[in-house]
């Protein structure tokens, strides 16, 4: 399977690139460190979702995207860090966190439609 032609995969390059931008608007104590987990996580879901769709079982994909699933969540936590010390966030935090609630449905929709392709 072709990752580049998944929606899921598009998206989760734009969230990584949005990601990346967002610390450049960050206050300079809040971009090391947590950013960087930040960054980290986000690269983790696109990357995931390409290994998994390259590796040419839908258990294989599975897989990976379960490891997708969890970085999505640990993005997620650390949103939710960044709000809890009231790190000013802006158009562009929510804009992450609602492409992060997107691409973590997908991720979910599709494990289910490659399991129901298993039984």
Do not use: C
Not at 61 to 81: K, M, V
Not at 83 to 97: A, F, H, M, S, Y
Request: proline share 3%; hydrophobic share 40%; charged share 25%.
């Amino acid at each position: 399977m072709n990752h580049k032609k998944l929606d899921l995969w598009q998206k989760s390059i734009k969230l990584a690139g949005d990601t990346f931008r967002y610390s450049s608007i960050l206050p300079a104590e809040h971009r090391f460190g947590l950013l960087d987990q930040m960054q980290r996580a986000a690269v983790s879901i696109a990357s995931n979702v390409a290994e998994g769709a390259a590796r040419g079982s839908y258990k294989e994909f599975i897989r990976y995207l379960n490891i997708a699933a969890g970085s999505a969540s640990e993005l997620d936590t650390h949103l939710a860090i960044l709000r809890e010390i009231e790190v000013p966030p802006g158009e562009k935090l929510d804009d992450i966190q609602s492409s992060l609630t997107d691409i973590s449905k997908m991720i979910q929709g599709l494990i289910k439609s490659l399991k129901r392709r298993l039984e």
